[in-house]
C-alpha cells in the first residue's frame, strides 16, 4: 500500500478525533484504504451498555438515528464486539450461524437492506467508562478480499487504536466536548500547536498564558519545554511520534507535568493533526494542557453545599490541591492548631473520615464552565515570550 494512502488516512482518522464533523471522511479513508465498499464507528458507554454514538460512511440504507434508536439494542454482532480483545478481527458470518441470521431482525431489516453481506469488525480500544468498535462491510456483489492487503490494514490499527484511546481520554477528561467542531479557545484548557521539534507555530489564549507564566510548561527558542529535563525528553518523544518527518506511524500520548509550590501537575495530551486541519504545510502536533486546579467547585458552591465556614471551605479546596497544612500557615496567617481544628470541622461537616476521603469528594463534584460564545473560536497569535 502506497505510504501517501497510509499518511492520508491516519491524518483523516486523527481529524475525526478532533472534530466530530470529519467521522464520514475518516470512515471513508478507512474503507478505500481496505477495499471495503464502506464503514461504521461505535462508541459504546460501558455503564449502559449502549451505543452512545455511531458514524458511518459508505453503505447502509438505514439512519444513524434508526440505528441509536433500535437496531443497536438488538445488534447480536455488535454484543459479541463486546466481549472480544481488542485488537482482534472477526467476521459477522464466522461469528453468528447462517441458521441464526436468517431469523434476525438487525441483520435482514438493517444490514442486507443496505447492501451489505458481511462485516469484519474490530474493537480498537476498552477503558473503565467506553468501548470503542470500528467495523468494514463488504457488499453483496463483492469479489475481492477485504481487506484488500491485510497486512497493510494490520499495519493500520496501531494508528486506529491511538485515535480511540485519545478519544476515550479526550471524553473522561472532560475536554471533547471543547475542542470538537473547532472549539478551541476554551479558557480553561491551553492548546499549543508546534511542529516536531517542539517549535510553537500557534496558541489559544489559555496556551499562551500557561507558556508565560512558566509553572510547569515555558518556551525557550521557540520551543515548547517542562521545567524538568526529563519531562522534556518525555514531552519530545511524544510530539516527535505526533507528527514524524516521515508522516508514518503517528500516534497520540498522555503525560502530567509538575508544577510549581505543590500545585496539581497539568495534564498534557498530545496529538496528530493534519497539514490539512491547520492549515499548515508540516506535520504538526496538538498539544492540549488541562489544569485540574480549575476544574474544582468554587469555595461558595462548596460552602453552600456542605455548611462549611468561608475560612474552612477556603482550606478545603487549599487541601484538595494537595497543600499541606504546614505550609498554609504563612499563607493563611494562622496557627497549625487553628487549621487542624478547622480541617477536623471540615472531615465531620462533609461526612468523611481521612483527609484522603475529603480529596476525593470534592475532586468528584461537577464542574460547569460557560464560555462566552464569542471566545468560541481559534486564535491565532504570535509565539508567546519565554517566561522570565
Not at 507555530?201 to 527558542?221: F, K, P, S, W, Y
Not at 506511524?249 to 509550590?261: F, K, P, Y
Amino acid at each position: 500500500m502506497p505510504l501517501a494512502a497510509y499518511s492520508e488516512t491516519v491524518a483523516r482518522v486523527f481529524d475525526a478525533v478532533l472534530d466530530d464533523r470529519q467521522v464520514p471522511n475518516a470512515l471513508k479513508a478507512i474503507a478505500d484504504y481496505a477495499g471495503a465498499t464502506g464503514a461504521a464507528y461505535l462508541l459504546v458507554n460501558k455503564l449502559s451498555g449502549q451505543v452512545s454514538a455511531v458514524g458511518r460512511w459508505g453503505s447502509f440504507a438505514g439512519s444513524q438515528a434508526e440505528y441509536l434508536a433500535h437496531y443497536s439494542k438488538i445488534d447480536p454482532f455488535r454484543v459479541i464486539q463486546d466481549r472480544a480483545a481488542c485488537g482482534a478481527l472477526s467476521w459477522l458470518s464466522e461469528s453468528l450461524p447462517a441458521s441464526i441470521l436468517r431469523r434476525d431482525e438487525w441483520y435482514n431489516d438493517f444490514v442486507l437492506r443496505g447492501g451489505v453481506s458481511d462485516i469484519l469488525s474490530t474493537k480498537l480500544y476498552e477503558g473503565a467508562s467506553h468501548m470503542v468498535i470500528v467495523g468494514l462491510h463488504r457488499a453483496t456483489d463483492d469479489t475481492h478480499s477485504v481487506p484488500i492487503d491485510a497486512a497493510a490494514f494490520r499495519a493500520l490499527m496501531g494508528p486506529m487504536r491511538s485515535a480511540a484511546s485519545l478519544q476515550v481520554g479526550l471524553i473522561n477528561s472532560g475536554l471533547r466536548s471543547t475542542i470538537t467542531r473547532g472549539r478551541f479557545n476554551h479558557r480553561q484548557m491551553g492548546v499549543v500547536f508546534t511542529d516536531g521539534s517542539r517549535r510553537i507555530v500557534e496558541t489559544n489564549q489559555a496556551g499562551e498564558a500557561i507558556l508565560r507564566v512558566g509553572d510547569g510548561l515555558t518556551m525557550r527558542n521557540g520551543e515548547i519545554c517542562a521545567r524538568r529535563n526529563f519531562e522534556t525528553a518525555k514531552l519530545a518523544h511524544l510530539i516527535a511520534k505526533a507528527a514524524p518527518a516521515s508522516g508514518r506511524n503517528l500516534s497520540a500520548g498522555c503525560m502530567l507535568i509538575a508544577r510549581d509550590e505543590g500545585r496539581t501537575p497539568y495534564v498534557v495530551r498530545v496529538a496528530p493533526v493534519s497539514t490539512r486541519s491547520a492549515d499548515y504545510n508540516i506535520p504538526a502536533a496538538m498539544i492540549l494542557i488541562s489544569n485540574p486546579d480549575e476544574n474544582l467547585i468554587s469555595q461558595r458552591e462548596l460552602a453552600d453545599l456542605y455548611g462549611l465556614s468561608p475560612a474552612e471551605s477556603r482550606l478545603a479546596l487549599a487541601v484538595a490541591r494537595g497543600k499541606r497544612l504546614t505550609s498554609l500557615v504563612v499563607e493563611f496567617g494562622v496557627q497549625v492548631t487553628t487549621l487542624r481544628t478547622q480541617l477536623s470541622s471540615i472531615l465531620k461537616k462533609c461526612e468523611v473520615e481521612r483527609q484522603s476521603d475529603l480529596v476525593r469528594l470534592i475532586g468528584s463534584i461537577p464542574v460547569v464552565q460557560l464560555v462566552p460564545p464569542e471566545t468560541d473560536h481559534m486564535q491565532r497569535a504570535e509565539p508567546a515570550p519565554a517566561a522570565s
